[in-house]
């Protein structure tokens, strides 16, 4: 069965950090462009990062340039989303999915996980 499984959210205090895992099965990432995108309450989705899959450039919003890093373990068929000095307005339902752009898009067949919660709060 072809799944994504996100984990690792939860209540993190600002300037907090937070490790996202988006675990895959029943297909290999490493053949895979994997991003993440975020949600936040009353807000549009938005592409966070991408990780390309033949040599693995990344990509960032400006928003959490210097402050999230999209990191592969392809022992592991899993992607990381590291995310450090974190800020009330990262709060949000994050996911990941297949086939990112550069420009930070999903495409119309990207296979999406389930999503974790973020809430960066006092």
């Known amino acids: 069965q072809v799944q994504l499984v996100e984990s690792g959210g939860g209540l993190v205090q600002p300037g907090g950090s937070l490790r996202l895992s988006c675990a895959a099965s029943g297909f290999n990432l490493e053949h895979y462009a994997i991003g993440w995108f975020r949600q936040g309450p009353g807000k549009e989705r938005e592409g966070v990062s991408c990780?390309?899959?033949?040599?693995?450039?990344?990509y960032y919003a400006d928003s959490v340039k210097g402050r999230f890093t999209i990191s592969r373990n392809k022992a592991e068929n899993t992607v990381y989303l590291q995310m450090n000095n974190l800020k009330p307005e990262d709060t949000a339902v994050y996911y990941c999915?297949?086939?990112?752009?550069?420009?930070?898009?999903?495409?119309?067949?990207?296979?999406w996980g389930q999503g974790t919660q973020v809430t960066v709060s006092p």
């Open positions: 999915a297949t086939d990112c752009s550069p420009h930070l898009r999903a495409a119309s067949m990207s296979f």
């Open positions: 990780s390309r899959s033949f040599d693995s450039t990344t």
